[in-house]
């Protein structure tokens, strides 16, 4: 068997654990969303979400683009003991970053006021910062698990974490009903948890012989321009809150949220892809016949968004209404918009690693910038005039053109055939007829649905064969 045959089964064995171990916690965290949105108004979850959103427009500025720079360096060769000087560098860089949050607490009240116009949400803010250090401790423990490959001991320390979650979530939404600081303070204390279970796991500490500062320079030195692209990226994921929130006020912000956690959904497969594909793209990217695998998990994984995001699309505003109180039947506005935007940025991750490869990392600060300003200009020109819809639309187009120019700029460098065109055919024929059968009958919209996922499949049958006979070929192989 070839090395890179050998790379992709550990790819899909450590895939397959990290969907397994986070299936049944998304699909408890989903089923429970009736208990929130029956307890927290969408205020509430606006102001929380609101939250949220700024500790998410920090964390990547406080880790300085380091927590890529990891995956780049870990894999050369030009040295010995290369991966434990990575993980005790990063590890010390992190323990001194973690530290920067706890500066912003006495901010907290003119945070607040900025946010909302009142310091009476302080509290919220201080926990959150608490909860953002927390992270960027933990980080360097989660990013060693996941580059040794170790997915049984990352995929517990995912269930755990979920687990505490979902049951603190009940405990504070619920039973305490301590309003907008619930989903807040559950993060700090589950973020303690995955500190302490992670280092553990990993079960390293650093010697003071693997720590250097000339190593750290260099990966600084390749971050820097991924800093501007955490702006970037979050101005194009997170910041239509706060235009949602200029505009239309925090009950619209919770709004957009809850449509926002249903596309979460499509994380249980895509999450766990990302973090197995890390360390098979770049322990593979100098195999022959690697492409040829990055070609498939490319297609495989579009094909599978594309119609996920076509059924969610249809049937969104049933779900929605089953799923939420009646206070947040709006929620289903943007829905069909945020699906095909999330599944862009997953395609848009796997194509990016042609520049990561080749380290032009300038080309994804170049695309996400595009992605976002177009974000952020549409979201202020559509929220007064469409609302929530804009809000989704603003962010599909963004993402679109995010993943459209990781694309080309990548191909420049690293040339690899992603059947583009066929995938993006598709995505085009799936988006229009989930517009035009939006309000059909559900019968009608049933048999719609079935007949796209014959064609998709028949589309594709090519890449499906060549899979097939790959795991036939692997099964015959164990016996």
């Known amino acids: 068997m070839s090395s890179s045959s050998k790379k992709l089964s550990g790819f899909i064995r450590g895939s397959f654990i990290l969907v397994l171990s986070n299936v049944c916690l998304k699909a408890?965290?989903?089923?429970?969303?009736?208990?929130?949105?029956?307890?927290?108004?969408?205020?509430?979850?606006?102001?929380?979400?609101?939250?949220?959103?700024?500790?998410?427009?920090?964390?990547?500025?406080?880790?300085?683009?380091?927590?890529?720079?990891?995956?780049?360096?870990?894999?050369?060769?030009?040295?010995?003991?290369r991966p434990k000087r990575v993980f005790g560098t990063l590890l010390l860089a992190f323990c001194v970053l973690g530290v920067l949050p706890f500066f912003l607490v006495p901010a907290a009240d003119p945070i607040s006021q900025l946010l909302f116009g009142t310091a009476e949400y302080a509290p919220i803010v201080m926990i959150a910062c608490a909860s953002l250090s927390l992270n960027l401790w933990y980080l360097p423990f989660s990013l060693e698990l996941r580059l040794r490959n170790s997915m049984g001991l990352f995929g517990a320390s995912s269930v755990l974490g979920s687990l505490l979650?979902?049951?603190?979530?009940?405990?504070?939404?619920?039973t305490m009903k301590l309003g907008p600081i619930s989903l807040v303070l559950s993060t700090v204390i589950v973020n303690a948890f995955q500190l302490i279970f992670l280092s553990i796991a990993v079960h390293q500490l650093p010697c003071r012989e693997f720590i250097d500062f000339k190593l750290l320079k260099s990966m600084i030195i390749f971050a820097l321009p991924l800093i501007p692209m955490a702006v970037m990226n979050w101005v194009l994921s997170l910041s239509d809150r706060y235009v949602l929130l200029a505009f239309l006020g925090d009950?619209?912000?919770?709004?957009?949220?809850?449509?926002?956690?249903?596309?979460?959904?499509?994380?249980?497969?895509?999450?766990?892809?990302?973090?197995?594909?890390?360390?098979?793209?770049?322990?593979?990217?100098?195999?022959?016949?690697?492409?040829?695998?990055?070609?498939?998990?490319f297609t495989f994984e579009a094909v599978a968004l594309m119609l996920f995001c076509f059924v969610g699309s249809l049937f969104g505003r049933e779900i929605i209404e089953i799923m939420a109180s009646s206070s947040y039947e709006q929620a289903y506005e943007p829905l069909r918009d945020l699906l095909f935007a999330q599944m862009f940025y997953a395609m848009t991750t796997i194509v990016s690693y042609g520049a990561l490869f080749c380290k032009k990392s300038n080309y994804l600060l170049v695309s996400v910038t595009?992605?976002?300003?177009?974000?952020?200009?549409?979201?202020?020109?559509?929220?007064?005039?469409?609302?929530?819809?804009?809000?989704?639309?603003?962010?599909?187009?963004?993402?679109?053109?995010?993943?459209?120019?990781?694309?080309?700029?990548?191909?420049?460098?690293?040339?690899?055939?992603?059947?583009?065109?066929?995938?993006?055919?598709?995505?085009?024929?799936?988006?229009?007829?989930?517009?035009?059968?939006?309000d059909a009958a559900i019968l009608a919209r049933n048999i719609v649905a079935l007949v796209c996922f014959v064609v998709v499949f028949l589309i594709f049958r090519k890449e499906f064969r060549a899979f097939s006979r790959y795991l036939g070929s692997r099964l015959k192989g164990r016996r």
């Open 28 to 81: 408890i965290n989903f089923f429970l969303l009736p208990l929130y949105t029956a307890n927290l108004t969408p205020a509430m979850l606006g102001i929380s979400d609101s939250i949220t959103s700024f500790t998410g427009f920090l964390f990547p500025l406080l880790t300085f683009g380091l927590d890529s720079a990891y995956s780049a360096f870990y894999f050369q060769k030009e040295e010995r003991d």
């Open 165 to 174: 979650m979902i049951l603190l979530n009940i405990l504070f939404v619920a």
């Open 251 to 297: 009950t619209s912000v919770g709004l957009y949220g809850i449509s926002a956690r249903m596309t979460n959904v499509i994380n249980i497969v895509v999450s766990a892809v990302q973090m197995s594909y890390t360390t098979f793209a770049f322990g593979s990217k100098d195999d022959e016949g690697s492409k040829k695998y990055y070609r498939y998990i």
């Open 370 to 438: 595009v992605g976002a300003v177009t974000n952020l200009v549409l979201n202020i020109i559509l929220i007064p005039i469409l609302g929530l819809t804009g809000a989704g639309f603003s962010t599909l187009v963004g993402y679109g053109l995010n993943f459209a120019l990781t694309y080309m700029l990548s191909e420049r460098v690293y040339p690899c055939d992603y059947n583009i065109g066929r995938v993006l055919g598709c995505i085009v024929l799936l988006y229009g007829l989930s517009l035009v059968f939006a």
